[in-house]
C-alpha cells in the first residue's frame, strides 16, 4: 500500500468546491491538518509553508512553496491539487486543470492496485471528487462522492463526502 495514494487532506477542503453562479457555497480554499502525508520532509515543509501563505490569502507565495513542494516530491496528488488550486487565484482558472489531470491520473492508479482496505479506496473516491469538482465537472464530483459513501459506517470519510455533497446539490440545482 502506498501511503500517500490515500492522503485525506482533502476532508478540510472539500467545501473549496463551488459553483460560480451560487454565493452560499464557502471558499475554503487549501487549508489542511499538519499530517499531510507527504513522504519527503523537505517536500512537507514547503507544503506546510504553502498553507501558512493560503491562510494569510498569499496565494502567490503559497503556489510557489507547493511548486517547491512538487520539485521535491514530484507526482504527489495533494501537492498538485494545492498548486491547482492557488493557480486559480494567481493566474487564468484554466491554468489549474494539468495539474489536477495529474492528480487524477494518480488517484486512478491507486483505484487499480489491490488493497484490502475499503477505507484507502473511499479516501481515494473523495479525493477523485475533489478533482473534479476542482474542475467544476460537478455531476463527476456527485459519483465519486457516492462510491467514498459505499460501505461506511458514518466514518470520517462517510461525513466529508456527505457534507460535500449536500453542498454541490444545493448550490448547483
Known amino acids: 500500500m502506498i501511503k500517500w495514494f490515500s492522503c485525506i487532506l482533502l476532508w478540510g477542503v472539500l467545501p473549496s468546491c463551488r459553483h460560480e453562479d451560487k454565493k452560499s457555497l464557502?471558499?475554503?480554499?487549501?487549508?489542511?491538518?499538519?499530517?499531510?502525508?507527504?513522504?519527503?520532509?523537505?517536500a512537507?515543509?514547503?507544503f506546510e509553508k504553502g498553507l501558512q501563505y493560503v491562510e494569510k490569502?498569499?496565494?502567490?507565495?503559497?503556489?510557489?512553496?507547493?511548486?517547491k513542494a512538487d520539485d521535491a516530491c514530484p507526482n504527489t496528488p495533494v501537492i498538485l491539487n494545492a498548486i491547482g488550486n492557488?493557480?486559480?487565484?494567481?493566474?487564468?482558472?484554466?491554468?489549474?486543470?494539468?495539474y489536477y489531470e495529474r492528480a487524477k491520473h494518480i488517484f486512478y492508479l491507486g483505484l487499480a492496485r489491490p488493497s484490502t482496505y475499503k477505507t484507502d479506496r473511499r479516501a481515494l473516491f473523495l479525493n477523485l471528487?475533489?478533482?473534479?469538482?476542482?474542475?467544476?465537472e460537478y455531476n463527476q464530483a456527485l459519483i465519486f462522492l457516492d462510491s467514498a459513501k459505499s460501505g461506511a459506517n458514518h466514518d470520517q470519510i462517510y461525513n466529508a463526502a456527505e457534507e460535500a455533497d449536500k453542498l454541490i446539490r444545493t448550490n448547483i440545482h
Open 57 to 67: 490569502e498569499d496565494y502567490a507565495n503559497a503556489k510557489n512553496a507547493f511548486i
Open 129 to 136: 471528487a475533489y478533482s473534479y469538482c476542482l474542475e467544476k
Open 26 to 42: 464557502h471558499d475554503y480554499d487549501v487549508i489542511s491538518h499538519k499530517d499531510n502525508d507527504i513522504p519527503n520532509k523537505e
Open 86 to 98: 492557488t493557480i486559480i487565484h494567481t493566474d487564468i482558472p484554466e491554468n489549474g486543470a494539468p
Open 44 to 46: 512537507s515543509a514547503y
